[in-house]
């Protein structure tokens, strides 16, 4: 028999007891022995919740009691968590996390702690989808070239819900925090941050990079508007938000931000809820995986397939995959050094010699146009314009440039296109 306690009963902690509960002939015969929850913690013990656990408000219930094997925590959060996570190692227990926040600052010093005890984190990454296992086992053969999808349900929903039905984004936020996909804080989500956790968490399996969130680009959904979705649809291209780490021979590039992409590619196709990853390795080519990000029962699907890797005597491999440093070491690009196509949002006064003042600054920063449409709002216009290849830098500087003319009513949004 195999105990367990998990800290944080919320949207997965309580599908975890459940599943637990309600598929344990296929999970004990898996395992190879019974596994029991014996106690979950929470912060409010007098919330109504539809599990029939033991509960305690105390955490070391769970983290001091000498019967408990496995320590699931689901509480979220960065420094609580890796106080508790940390209490759990250090009392010998193994541990099981979805926590891609926790991992995002701390992987590495949790990695030391852990040494030999097993700690497994499938669900940190892609929700249902097994990810970690992947790119840690399956692929361990290969040098990765390239690790780019869609890493975030909730993003990925509300994109799909403002192309097809045109709701306004508050309302689809609300929706997707009802159906349990969004973070406690959802601006960890719609700012690209929850992405950007899950990127690097990838990129150490990857490419044993020990890099920080502050240290990567990230953008947000925050400032796509039905012009921008608009504008998607007449050129063939799908908004979504993409996490993307490449590799060339001595750098690794990591960015997170909403990308136009062709309607055509595979990417392009996955709507709602669902996440979709290409991983290219150099031996095996380009692999994809795909299924629910986020959500209750999805995400408790990949816990406990950590829970019973445990209960089986497993989960004990290098915690990020590396048993050493490679030598010559990959270093993190520089974000200014990254090319791309973009996609501008310039809202200006609909007057005469606008445009050319406009296309100006475009031509002195080495920009290109490839397509413009204009759209007259009242006494304005929106400028939408992409551009062929230009340097991050030269895009940057020409928005800077932007927001500073008179006529120029707001920050112009940019848009990467892949
Ligand atoms: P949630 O619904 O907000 O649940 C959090 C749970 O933790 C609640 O039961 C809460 O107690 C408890 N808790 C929070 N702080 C605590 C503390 N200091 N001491 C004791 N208990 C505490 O969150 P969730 O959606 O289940 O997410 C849990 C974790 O899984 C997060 O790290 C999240 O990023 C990750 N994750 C979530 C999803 C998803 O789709 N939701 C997918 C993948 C990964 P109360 O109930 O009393 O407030
Ligand atoms: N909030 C996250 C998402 C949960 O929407 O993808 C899954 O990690």
């Known amino acids: 028999m195999i105990k367990v306690g998990i800290i944080g009963v919320g949207t997965v902690g309580e599908s975890v007891a459940k599943i637990l509960k309600e598929n344990q002939d296929v999970i004990s015969a898996r395992a190879g022995k019974a596994i029991e929850v014996k106690c979950g913690v929470v912060r409010d013990i007098n919330k109504k919740r539809d599990v029939d656990i033991p509960l305690s408000a105390n955490v070391n219930d769970v983290l001091e009691d000498g019967e408990i094997d496995i320590v699931v925590e689901l509480m979220g959060g960065v420094e609580e968590a ?3 996570v940390t209490k759990a190692l250090k009392n010998k227990k193994a541990v099981v996390t979805a926590n891609k926040a926790l991992l995002a600052y701390h992987r590495y010093e949790l990695q030391t702690i852990a040494k030999d005890l097993p700690f497994a984190y499938e669900a940190s990454v892609a929700g249902g989808i097994p990810i970690i296992n992947a790119l840690r086992d399956g692929l361990s053969a290969n040098h990765i070239d390239s690790i780019m999808g869609i890493m975030n ?20 936020l609300k929706e997707a925090q009802q159906l349990g996909y969004a973070e406690a804080d959802p601006t960890f989500d719609v700012g690209g941050f929850d ?38 649809k007449e050129f ?11 590799k ?5 590039e990591l ?3 909403p990308t136009l992409i062709k309607k055509d590619e595979m990417i392009a196709k996955i709507d709602g809820v669902m996440n979709g990853i290409s991983v290219i390795g150099d031996r095996v080519g380009e692999t994809l995986y795909y299924g629910p990000g986020a959500g ?43 090319s791309s196509r973009y996609y501008l949002r310039i809202n200006v006064d609909d007057k005469a010699g606008v445009l050319a003042k406009i296309t100006k600054h475009f031509e002195e920063n080495s920009i290109s146009i490839e397509t413009m449409l204009q759209k007259p709002i009242k006494d304005t216009a929106n400028l939408l314009i992409s551009t062929h ?8 500087n020409l928005i800077e440039e932007l927001s500073n003319l008179a006529f120029v009513k707001q920050k112009p949004v940019m848009i990467r296109i892949v």
């Open 82 to 84: 890796y106080k508790v």
């Open 153 to 172: 349900g909730t993003c990925n929903y509300m994109l799909t819900k403002m192309r097809d039905d045109g709701v306004g984004y508050d309302e689809i």
């Open 195 to 232: 992405a950007a956790h899950k990127l690097l968490i990838l990129a150490s399996i990857a490419y044993g990079i020990d890099a920080k969130p502050e240290d990567i680009l990230i953008e947000g959904i925050e400032n796509i508007t039905q012009d921008d979705i608009s504008f998607a």
């Open 236 to 246: 063939g291209y799908e908004i979504k938000l993409l996490g993307i780490a490449k």
């Open 248 to 252: 060339d021979d001595t750098e690794v």
């Open 255 to 257: 960015r997170v931000h």
């Open 296 to 338: 209750g029962d999805a995400t408790a699907s990949a816990v406990i397939a950590n829970i019973i890797e445990i209960a089986r005597g497993g989960g004990r491999s290098p915690m990020l995959g590396f048993n050493r440093p490679m030598e010559g070491k990959l270093k993190l690009k520089n974000t200014n050094d990254v």
């Open 389 to 396: 290849t230009a340097k991050e830098k030269d895009i940057q």
